[in-house]
């Protein structure tokens, strides 16, 4: 968990040099969140970096829900202490909405909301989505959760040999997640997206999600090669 929460403040430097570039002063928020979140994972890592062992299936089962739980509590910090002065409710509810891809959102006004606020919804979405299909594909036969226990057929029995290659599967899934993810960004900036949205679409796009950088959504562009692109990453 302290290592999950090193990663989310790393990556909240993202959209604080985009609130930079633009010249917003929600770029504040962002360092002040990531250097939260950093010395959280810092104080849960560190200690605990030399206990060594993998993890067992209660140990695994545990794990899930948690990060599913303080990820979010975490990623809200910047939604929160922004300009947009929501409640602390509205702006878990926002985080927690794009970590599970469940894309509901109570914001409105997207078309004038802070570029770096806009970003990080949509790096949420990415990273819950491509963290489902991680959960699904490789922790989830090693828990033998549900109707997963089939896909353990493709392990070796014995645990120490199964999280490794659980590790292997993951990191395939991450640079295969990225290359699509890139792919698309690249295509609808081709068919006349400017770099911000199509970078911004092609996040939520691929995690399923459906935020977007307009209240309008992909109906804002009024363009068919964009929308049959959406229907082509999303599937």
């Not at 989310?8 to 010249?23: F, Q, R, T």
């Not at 006004?109 to 949420?124: Q, T, V, Y």
């Not at 081709?190 to 939520?204: E, L, V, Y």
Request: charged letters at 10%; glycine letters at 8%; hydrophobic letters at 50%.
């Amino acid at each position: 968990l302290g290592l999950l929460l090193i990663l989310m403040g790393m990556a909240m430097l993202i959209p604080a040099s985009v609130d930079i570039i633009y010249n917003n002063k929600d770029w504040e928020v962002f360092v002040l969140s990531s250097a939260i979140a950093i010395f959280l994972g810092g104080l849960m890592s560190i200690p605990t970096r030399d206990v060594g062992g993998n993890l067992n299936k209660r140990e695994l089962l545990i794990l899930i829900p948690l990060a599913w739980i303080t990820m979010p509590s975490i990623a809200t910090l910047p939604i929160y202490t922004s300009e947009l002065g929501l409640s602390f409710t509205d702006a878990y509810f926002e985080s927690l909405s794009g970590m599970t891809t469940t894309g509901a959102t109570i914001l409105s006004n997207l078309d004038n909301a802070p570029p770096g606020i806009l970003l990080w919804r949509s790096i949420l979405q990415w990273m819950g989505g491509i963290g489902i299909v991680i959960m699904a594909s490789g922790l989830l036969p090693i828990a033998q959760v549900g109707g997963m226990q089939l896909l353990q057929l493709e392990f070796d029995s014995r645990m120490e040999k199964i999280l490794p290659r659980t590790a292997q599967l993951s990191l395939v899934i991450v640079l295969l997640y990225s290359a699509i993810t890139l792919v698309c960004a690249c295509l609808y900036f081709i068919f006349g997206m400017s770099g911000f949205d199509a970078i911004n679409h092609a996040m939520t796009t691929v995690a399923t999600g459906g935020y977007s950088t307009h209240d309008a959504s992909i109906g804002y562009f009024n363009n068919d090669k964009i929308i049959i692109t959406s229907i082509i990453f999303m599937i």
